[in-house]
């Protein structure tokens, strides 16, 4: 029964993918403690540029600064190893493209205009449908970046909900903005694609248009926001993208304060 939803999964996948790079290495699992972990210790000759690796359910998923992510069936849990052709500078955009990506899919599969928030999440009525997680290794012989979706696709929110905290930005899921189950196939195969299309724009070094995708799908200009990295928080007005893919927010002296760590926003 498990192994009938991994092979047809895959196959069915690999037949609606029509890239030409991501994808062609696909890994998929009943279950998994993380993708992340998964695609993380691959060796490299298991995981060649764009290799996919998508668990049914997770048990131990990993989201960003060290929080737990929950993820049940029904959700899109998805790690995708990226091999960059592009200088360490355009790292952080890895995040900017799989967030561009999601949304497209999203209003493929939903007619459902999703909204991006710095650094890597996706909301839908200012809740999280969707959140990334960027590993980089770029040190070893092994060089790599895993980039890691987590989609709240067919499940209830409540089931993340109830394990927030308090100051945590809510959860929502496309089956309730959506009112019904998603194919996850066929969204995991317009993910893809659009991974595809946005990574050619940082392969031909057109990050500033990825930057400027990116900021037509956000609303955040002009909003108030705290920062928070756990150790400072910074209050004020959300003003740009830098090039170089970092927060500028107006403080309340008018001076320029520009966020380059991935801290946690929230509006105010
Ligand atoms: C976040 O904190 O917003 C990022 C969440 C990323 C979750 C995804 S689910 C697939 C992959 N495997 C993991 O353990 N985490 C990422």
């Not at 849990?77 to 995040?95: C, G, L, Y």
Request: charged share 25%; hydrophobic share 40%.
């Amino acid at each position: 029964m498990t192994e009938a939803f991994e092979s047809i999964f895959k196959t069915k996948l690999a037949e609606l993918l029509k890239t030409n790079r991501f994808g062609k290495s696909i890994y998929v699992f009943n279950e998994l403690d993380s993708t992340q972990d998964y695609a993380n210790a691959l060796p490299i000759t298991e995981s060649v540029h764009g290799t996919i690796v998508i668990a049914r359910k997770q048990n131990v998923g990993k989201g960003r600064i060290g929080r737990s992510w929950i993820s049940p069936e029904g959700g899109l849990w998805m790690s995708i190893v990226i091999r960059p052709d592009f200088s360490a500078d355009n790292i952080i955009f890895t995040q900017f493209i799989g967030a561009l990506a999601v949304a497209d899919a999203i209003q493929q599969a939903t007619n459902i205009r999703s909204r991006l928030k710095w650094p890597n999440d996706v909301l839908i009525n200012e809740k999280k449908v969707c959140g990334i997680l960027v590993d980089v290794n770029l040190e070893s012989k092994d060089k790599k970046i895993v980039m890691g979706l987590g989609l709240n696709a067919n499940i209830e929110s409540s089931l993340i909900n109830n394990y927030l905290t308090a100051d945590a930005t809510k959860a929502t899921t496309l089956k309730e903005e959506y009112g019904n189950d998603i194919d996850l196939v066929n969204l995991t195969k317009s993910i893809v694609d659009r991974i595809e299309y946005y990574y050619n724009f940082l392969s031909r070094g057109k990050a500033l248009e990825i930057i400027a995708l990116w900021k037509q799908n956000s609303d955040m200009f002009g909003r108030r926001a705290i920062v928070y990295d756990g150790i400072e928080k910074i209050m004020g007005e959300v003003i740009d993208i830098d090039q170089d893919g970092s927060l500028l927010m107006k403080l309340g002296d008018d001076s320029i304060k520009k966020i380059t760590y991935y801290g946690n926003v929230t509006f105010h």
